[in-house]
T-cell receptor, first 113, second 116 residues
């Protein structure tokens, strides 16, 4: 029973263009959402987060959009750079219930030269 | 300020042996989380510990797996009588407080366990 779904296992984007990574969730109790970036042989590193009281959060080239009614969030990276090639994990937490973070399976982003 | 440290980075065990994975949280962090990542899968929560307490072990297999976070020293994830299906990357994360609205979990580099 996957509560956080990343339906695209991989995505290829031209350098300089916009990368859009999508994530859907099923648990309406989730109120905090995170994106992590992972390089091979390293642990995930926190990228950006959004609380359910907001619908957008921006940090430099990274913007996360949250659509609560659709239970959908997306991460936009613009412009995409070669160093953005990594696996991106969407994660969610129901902070009023417990501290578990539930992760999606990840999307592998390839930035093409 | 050193990050989350895990050792060993790679561990090879034969079926039936024991595996011990260590995690030292970031300085000042008192909350430790263990996750497992199977090939082609996301990270799956296993257990959440504070010093000398297991807070949530709902993701731990019922048998052979145990975790501790003693008053002194690193957190240990112990897998007894390993089987091939235990082969995975095990990640530890730490946070200074349980309020995720203000803090995120910081991950270590992981321990890659291979069971022959």
């Amino acid at each position: 029973d996957q509560q956080v779904k990343q339906n695209s296992p991989s995505l290829s984007v031209q350098e300089g263009r916009i990368s859009i990574l999508n994530c859907d969730y099923t648990n309406s109790m989730f109120d905090y959402f995170l994106w992590y970036k992972k390089y091979p042989a390293e642990g995930p590193t926190f990228l950006i987060s959004i609380s359910s009281i907001k619908d957008k959060n921006e940090d430099g080239r990274f913007t996360v959009f949250l659509n609560k009614s659709a239970k959908h969030l997306s991460l936009h990276i613009v412009p995409s750079q070669p160093g953005d090639s990594a696996v991106y994990f969407c994660a969610a937490s129901a902070t009023n219930r417990d501290d578990k973070i539930i992760f999606g399976k990840g999307t592998r982003l390839h930035i093409l030269p | 300020n050193a990050g989350v440290m895990q050792n060993p980075r790679h561990l090879v065990r034969r079926r039936g042996q024991e595996a011990r994975l260590r995690c030292s949280p970031m300085k000042g962090h008192s909350h430790v989380y263990w996750y497992r990542q199977l090939p082609e899968e996301g990270l799956k929560f296993m257990v959440y510990l504070q010093k000398e307490n297991i807070i949530d072990e709902s993701g731990m297999p019922k048998e052979r797996f145990s975790a501790e976070f003693p008053k002194e020293g690193p957190s240990i994830l112990r897998i007894q009588q390993v089987v091939r299906g235990d082969s995975a990357a095990y990640f530890c994360a730490s946070s200074p407080t349980e309020n995720l609205l203000y803090n995120e979990q910081f991950f270590g580099p992981g321990t890659r366990l291979t069971v022959l």
